[in-house]
């Protein structure tokens, strides 16, 4: 079994996606403190203006005073604001009148306070747009053991996963032994060729958010996923 533990992040970008798709489980790891100007409440999206952020407001009480699960928004329309500016901007896109119906839907149905829930919403109207398929669960149902690397050994060992997948920024902070010694092989993405597709709006860009992936290319979106 191989286990993907990682922080929510809002209409995340294509490679969380691969990294789901090259997985069995989803752990959402929103336990930890939450951090401003970040993934977790905002993503790029392209526009006749250029790239611009879609963030949705929220809550804050200060420095080192909440996790990302305990992170509440502060506007309810907030979706149907982005809902608006998506639409504005992918309108004449390839694929948005296949997708315009699933659009409508993963926005208009969003309706909770917290970011957490709203970010598991999109993944999980993202990975049925992708034909993706995987278990999500949360780490708060898990007992979760001291320091950052033994947290993620002790959630693997409950799951009985041999394999975890992360990003290569892991690098700097985990420490591989224990995960050898607890039997779990690690593995670190590779972001690197993924092919470029027809985008709106001028230069090609990776860095946006799986939505421009999906409303240019509808259906086909996944050929372009490196699995």
Known sequence: MRALITQSNY??????????ALS???????????TKRDWRNRNLIKTPRGPEWLTIPVSVKGKF????????I???????????TIKGSYSKAQGYKEMKDWLESA???CNSKWITEINIHFVVNICEALGITIEIRNDSEFELAEGKTEKLVSICD????????TGSAAKEYMENSLFEEAGVRVLYSDYDGY?????????????????????????DASKYLKR
Do not use: M, R
Not at 24 to 34: I, K, P, T
Not at 78 to 83: F, P, Q, R, V
């Open 11 to 20: 209409i995340p970008w294509k490679g969380y996606f691969d990294n789901i």
């Open 24 to 34: 069995d489980v989803l752990v959402v790891y929103d336990s930890v403190q939450y």
């Open 65 to 72: 005073q909440q996790s990302i699960n305990e992170t509440q």
């Open 74 to 84: 502060t506007d309810l329309n907030w979706n149907k604001k982005h809902l608006s």
């Open 107 to 109: 926005y208009l149905t």
């Open 158 to 165: 409950q799951l009985g996963a041999n394999e975890y997948l």
């Open 195 to 219: 092919p470029e597709y027809q985008q709106c709006h001028g230069e090609f860009l990776h860095q946006v958010s799986t939505i421009d992936l999906i409303l240019n290319n509808g259906s």
